[in-house]
């Protein structure tokens, strides 16, 4: 199902103050000098052969053609191909709940999250770039749980290059700490004095610091960068193609974790290339800043505050700007196609406890949320996917207080916790944070 039809994309800055870029421009960069996020100028259509045949293919084949419409001919075919083989070598399962809702199992690859896919996906596309231009980059990362975890092992012991994972100091699970505070080699772990929301601003000041870019040639490996959002649309393909295999391809609605912003504008990009899903709905926790702009068209960001959900703990989520480049800043084409919902901390929790009592069935606190907006959300002539975007272990105590049960950790997870904490201790200070960069790099 590859297609036949192949082209160079370019790219814009949602803050349309910096020149239009090529794939190699954006994602050696990550952010745009403007500060803006880049986004493709044009978004391909799928032919409606992709779509009568995608429920006979496998994960990914469907990634392989997904992936050229998104990179055009800006990576020969055969290296394209070959990124996504490495990328996606795990399962990504679509299990029943209950009647009419499915739990879409994004964490199964090797840290148990969602933003493997992503993070490996731009690792290995990054990693071809490098060795074209023979450049050594220093990749940032801010992250508020996985992303941190997913990034780092992606990236390790990749010849040329370092990076460096910011994240708030108590504000991550200790497995998520572990995942990315232990590894060494070319992975720097920094643990702020601060927010999520502290971390993402001083990655992104350091992207405007021009002396330190041209120093260091600094990227982002948030989902700032389009090399790691932009792949996190396969999933999306993947789950209807399993529809159709169960005979429930109908009107679909998926409900997202939604904190940064990145796994959602995803699934908009997969729907605006003709995913036949109906609409969206964008789970949140207390920090709801995106829920209150869809109600009152008023976008207005705030602190984080902590949750037992602390991935989504996001008071300012970057790809908020590319939701309103993708929809020409239209609240009412937005509130069209996605919904919101909130929960508080004992409505996450009474969730999980809940439906392991009712199913059997084993949420984490970010896929508790994103089941509770589908239950609240969803009509009855829908079937509705969420997203499971980690595995329950990963916060075992707070899964484990709500079920009243132990958690069976995997083998593989339970390693990480083995090893000997190496990140360094850094106040919310951005010289600091630069003089730490130049030191390390």
Known sequence: MILDSLFFMLYFSTNKKAPIASLQEVVVKGLAPDRGLYMPEKT????????????????????????????????????????VTGALNFEIPLRKVEEGIYALELFHGPTFAFKDVGARFMARMLSHFVREG????????????????????????????????????????????????????????????????????????????????????????????????????????????????????????????????????????????????????????RNDVFREYLQTGKYIPRASVQTVANAMDVGDPSNFARILDLYGHSHEAIVRDISSYRYRDEEIRAAINNVYLQSGYLLDPHGACAYLALKEGKK?????????????????????ASIGNPVQIPDALAAFMQHKKQSLPL???????????????
């Open 44 to 83: 391909a259509q799928l032919p409606q052969s992709f779509f009568d045949e995608i429920g006979n293919s496998g994960l990914q084949e469907i990634s392989k053609t997904v992936a050229a419409a998104f990179f055009g001919d800006d990576i020969p075919k055969e290296k394209l191909e070959a990124i």
């Open 427 to 441: 106040p919310n200070d951005f010289d600091l944070f630069k003089k730490k960069l130049i030191e390390r790099s």
């Open 380 to 400: 009855p002539d829908e079937t509705g996917i969420f997203l499971a975007t980690a595995h329950p272990a990963k916060f075992g105590k707070t899964v484990e």
């Open 134 to 285: 023979q450049e050594e980059v220093n990749v940032l990362v801010a992250t508020s749980g996985d992303t941190g975890s997913a990034v780092a092992n992606g990236f390790l012991g990749v010849e040329g290059i370092k990076v460096f994972v910011l994240y708030p100091s108590g504000k991550v699970s200790d497995m998520q700490e572990a995942q990315f505070a232990t590894l060494g080699q070319n992975i720097t772990a920094l643990e702020v004095d601060g927010t999520f929301d502290d971390c993402q601003a001083l990655v992104k000041s350091a992207f405007m610091d021009e002396g330190l870019n041209v120093r260091l040639n600094l990227t982002s490996a948030n989902s700032i960068n389009v090399a790691r959002f932009l792949p996190q649309s396969f999933y999306y393909f993947w789950a209807y193609a399993q529809l159709i295999r169960q005979g429930r391809a109908g009107k679909t609605v998926f409900s997202v974790p939604s904190g940064n912003l990145g796994n959602l504008t995803a699934g908009l990009f997969a729907k605006r290339m003709g995913l036949p899903v109906d609409r969206f709905i964008a789970a949140n926790n």
